[in-house]
């Protein structure tokens, strides 16, 4: 659907504001209510995803001009769906689809934020948004691993290392260990090393949604070759975008089973080939990576229509499955965490699908730094508040943003990624 | 019409750069709200005027500076919390609007003296989250909680489910802090001597009439900044359970907890019942509402709310369904009453109460509805008021027309009308009111005081998206107005009758003049006068213009 097919629901919005908090039933605190980290920073109602909906509606009416201060109202959002949910709880609006579809619309109308030029511009040349590194080098977090390269050999199981993990030194360990507990378990594993390329699904949450669709039909292509059964990966952009942006956007099905590593390190528990035997005493509290829980849903084609029943009561005809947070992957990670001796799993207020937003995803990470460092250092503090020893996610832009607000306000709370815990009580 | 550099910089040095915004990116984003189709000649869904700024201050010195730069430059204002409704908009050209966003903080929750201290952006649903810690709860609005809890109790309406046992909003309003609408700050009530928040009285005349006005003043008078609000009795958990996957939350409160759902044979009957109830002093919660899904789509509705694997587009296949067919049926002339004992007996007391008032009154409790599963929902639907924006889940808007306060009995009249009404509208050719029911009658049924009076308000589902369904609605508001007029039943403020403060001076003179009580209208411009001799207040304040 284009911007233009979101118009109608621009008014059916009745500006409640439950889209900036989470779920009223889920409110345990004043300060911790908040859902959306946009409008907590920004602060004026432009920055809600009601306030969008407006923006876009003025925009499509000519009402309002293209401005800079239009450009940040729309990309000062990590786009988490946290606004989704809680909409979603009462409405059938689509706020996180019409959020994606108004960016879509700026770079169409080359309306282009200027932080985003250098990241599209090495996503061109090097198959990565990170800037100043070269594809050639994409591979070497496995160097040592003995981990086969699925450019020459076939292989069951396709690792997806993703962006983050080949090019953040300091996280190559997650990735490490990833490829060490799966080859533990006797799986089948292989990469693509420097032949991996993005996902592409930063690009389509900024609105370059042509780039997006050469990399889905390019990773397709590269594990139809591989002839891999799964692919894997421990970055929670990477699945959403192969388990949802792929089949649902791209036009492309993948034609493969699609898991985050925490779902594999569940199953391979399960079956008695991961045995986590090691102590590891720590209290932690869980951050659900917005990319693997409400957002983490599976793909449901669907083929219908707009109707109206009853007069005028808007309804989609076949009934459409709804993208409600209701089906993320929130158990398979603590399943992970409960297994591991000693362990303590405490939970913050704002958890599953009302979880608090690591601040990352969007292309705010790299466009917005303050907003991203904000909005991670809210998540620490409501962390800090449980008692816990540490903060453990499933994905690295997550980890990556909770360690940088971190070194800047030097708490002491620790950052892991689940498989680096389930490392530590397995080797 | 721009604000002269003079005045915007003057706004600037009081709020910061960062904290005002003149850009028609933002400013836009303010003149979207429920029902400004109705006060848009193009039906749309956006105010006729934009602000002119967008100021957010984040204490009561900067409010108070941005008033008296109004009173100085003539510059009318419209402070908004929540935000939800036409009336929250800035209405007249070369206003600004206030958005209170950064004061959002709970300044204080006296546990033993059963109150809490309140900036404007604090919602309902986070005042009840810290109260039930401490074994209280608070009053929310109608409309749920998320709605700020200064607006509900000080600047707007006020009823309630939980009207019954904690009584009207403004009934829990304590000490207020006011900037008035020509920049003095007043404290009322007991904060007004430095004592506290705990009373709203004196020292003198009291003030809360004045604050409030009929209904409340919409924003148009002044700005409170904080207040004192009651708390009451939570018996409940201190972590409030919650159940079932989202979207179709619901609890597991323990046994001191039910939820009825009762069916009388007549509306008589049901007022008839509420009397009773009052007298019995039973009910934590008492109010009409599932009915508001329309009484041929209540059943289906809860139903599709209660499962997670459901949503409105299977509403047809849900209706075709034997069991909600049946359950539809027992469902029509029916409210909702949550009774919460503090003890074992107290509960058992309770259920027995309510046993004899139906039996007295041929009411009975809906069976099908009356299992541990739909006992929860309802009670979550509830004590929570969480989903109350379901209301726009049909077609992105809706209206309720009739809705006199009164004496139970005094509201039976007007159903049959509004049945009418809504029929009408539903079944004419080319209707584009959605057809839930020719009865979506829903209402506080303990109001003032807690218990002691009802209202209840038929409502119809209009399309904003939809120019012909928003003329439509509109008609049916003039339609039932007339209706309303010629029985001489009092205007109610929460019908369409809240949209009068927007309509043109001549259409309000002669709304109010028509009031029983018209003479309260002039007083309250006379009030207007005295205290906003400077008219920055914006539209939304409710008076007669006094003949001469």
Request: proline share 6%; hydrophobic share 35%; net charge neutral.
């Amino acid at each position: 659907m284009a911007l233009i097919d979101y118009r109608d629901d621009m008014q059916r919005c009745s500006r409640c504001s439950s889209c900036k908090f989470i779920p009223l039933a889920q409110i345990k605190s004043n300060r911790f209510s908040s859902g959306c980290p946009s409008i907590e920073w920004g602060k004026f109602h432009a920055y809600s995803a009601s306030g969008r909906f407006n923006v876009a509606f003025s925009l499509l009416e000519g009402l309002i001009p293209y401005s800079d201060r239009l450009l940040d109202i729309v990309y000062q959002c990590p786009v988490c769906g946290s606004c989704d949910v809680s909409c979603k709880i009462s409405t059938q609006l689509e706020p996180l689809d019409m959020a994606l579809e108004l960016r879509a619309k700026l770079v169409e109308d080359g309306q282009l934020l200027p932080q985003h030029m250098p990241l599209i511009d090495t996503l061109r040349k090097e198959d990565t948004l990170f800037t100043g590194k070269i594809k050639n080098n994409r591979g070497n977090w496995a160097e040592g691993l003995k981990v086969k390269d699925l450019t020459t050999e076939k292989g069951e199981v396709l690792f997806h290392a993703g962006c983050r993990y080949c090019f953040d030194e300091e996280l190559w360990g997650v990735a490490r260990a990833s490829i060490s507990l799966l080859k533990g378990a006797g799986v089948d594993v292989g990469i693509l090393g420097k032949d991996e390329s993005c996902c592409g699904g930063r690009a389509y949450e900024m609105g370059y949604q042509g780039e997006f669709i050469k990399f889905a039909e390019s990773n397709i292509e590269a594990w139809k070759k591989a002839g891999v059964k799964t692919v894997v990966t421990g970055c929670s952009d990477g699945y959403y975008a192969f388990n949802y942006l792929y089949p649902a956007k791209s036009g492309k099905k993948p034609n493969v089973e699609v898991l985050h590593i925490t779902q594999f390190m569940d199953r391979l528990i399960r079956a008695g080939r991961i045995k986590p035997v090691n102590s590891v005493p720590l209290k932690v509290t869980y951050h659900d990576p917005c990319h693997l829980g409400r957002m983490g849903e599976p793909y449901i084609p669907w083929t219908g229509k707009r109707a109206q029943i009853r007069n005028i009561i808007n309804v989609f005809d076949p009934p459409k499955p709804k993208r409600r947070g209701t089906n993320g992957v929130y158990d398979e990670p603590r399943n992970v965490l409960k297994s591991i001796p000693d362990l303590s799993l405490v939970e913050m207020e704002r958890i599953r699908e009302y979880a608090w937003c690591c601040g990352s995803g969007g292309g705010v990470k790299e466009s917005y730094p303050d907003l991203a460092l904000w909005t991670a250092r809210e998540r620490i503090e409501e962390a800090k508040a449980t008692g816990a020893e540490a903060i453990v996610t499933a994905c690295p832009w997550c980890e990556r943003n909770f360690r940088d607000a971190i070194a800047v306000t030097g708490d002491k709370l620790q950052v892991y990624d689940v498989v680096e815990l389930l490392h530590k009580a397995v080797i | 019409m721009s604000l002269k550099k003079e005045v915007y910089q003057a706004f600037e040095d009081i709020v910061g750069s960062d904290y005002i915004s003149d850009e028609p990116a933002i400013l836009n984003s303010y003149r979207f709200h429920w029902l400004a189709e109705f006060l848009n000649p193009e039906r749309k869904r956006i105010t006729p005027v934009s602000a002119e700024a967008v100021l957010l201050p984040a204490t009561v010195e900067e409010v108070q500076a941005i008033v008296k730069i109004c009173n100085k430059y003539g510059v009318k204002m419209k402070p908004v919390g929540g935000g939800w409704g036409a009336w929250n908009a800035v209405l007249n050209e070369g206003a600004v609007q206030l958005d209170l966003k950064r004061m959002d903080r709970i300044l204080d929750l006296d546990e033993k003296n059963m109150f809490a201290v309140v900036e404007p952006y604090v919602m309902g649903a986070e005042l009840q989250a810290e109260a039930m810690k401490k074994g209280l709860n608070c009053h929310l609005i109608g409309a749920g909680g998320v709605c700020s809890v200064i607006a509900t109790s000080a600047c707007f309406l006020g009823a309630s489910p939980n009207g019954m046992y904690m009584s009207h909003g403004p009934d829990n309003l304590l000490a207020v802090e006011w900037v008035t609408p020509t920049g003095e700050v007043v404290r009322t009530g007991s904060r007004g001597c430095g004592k506290g928040w705990f009373c709203s009285e004196g020292p003198g005349p009291s003030m809360r009439g004045v604050i409030r006005g009929h209904a409340g003043t919409l924003g148009s008078f002044g700005v409170v900044t904080k207040i004192g609000i009651k708390l009451h009795p939570w018996p409940g958990p201190a972590a409030y359970p919650i159940a079932g996957k989202v979207p179709a939350y619901t609890t597991s409160l323990p046994g001191n907890f039910r939820a009825h759902t009762v069916q009388f044979p007549s509306e008589q009957a049901i007022a008839d019942s509420l009397y009773k109830i009052y007298d019995a002093r039973i009910g934590y919660v008492i109010h009409r509402q599932f009915n508001f899904y329309g009484d041929e789509l209540q059943g289906a509705m809860i139903k599709i709310f209660s499962d997670s694997s459901l949503s409105l587009d299977n509403l047809e296949e849900v209706l075709a369904d034997a069991e909600v067919q049946k359950l539809t049926q027992e469902m029509k002339r029916a409210y909702q009453i949550v009774l919460a004992g503090n003890s074992i007996g107290d509960i058992a007391w309770q259920e027995n109460a309510l046993d004899e008032i139906l039996a007295e009154t041929g009411g009975k409790k809906v069976a099908a509805l009356d299992t541990p599963f739909w006992e929860q929902f309802t009670l979550h639907f509830l004590l929570k008021l969480s989903t109350k924006n379901t209301n726009f889940l049909y077609t992105g808007s809706f209206l309720g027309i009739m809705g006199p306060v009164g004496s139970p009995d005094s509201i039976v009249p007007t159903i049959q009308p509004g049945e009418e009404i809504n029929r009408k509208y539903m079944s004419q050719e080319k209707g584009r009111i959605a057809n839930t029911g020719a009865n979506a009658f829903m209402g506080t049924l303990g109001y003032l005081g807690g218990g002691s009076c009802a209202y209840q308000e038929q409502f119809f589902f209009h399309d904003p998206a939809d120019k012909t369904s928003v003329e439509q609605g509109l008609e049916a508001v003039f339609e039932a107005g007339v209706v309303v007029a010629q029985n001489k039943w009092p205007p109610s403020p929460y019908s369409g009758y809240f949209l009068t403060p927007f309509l043109p001076r001549p259409v309000q003179d002669m709304a109010y003049g028509m009031d029983p009580q018209p003479q309260a209208y002039v007083w309250q411009g006379q009030i207007r006068e005295i205290f906003d001799p400077n008219n920055i207040g914006e539209k939304g304040y409710t008076y007669l213009e006094k003949k001469k």
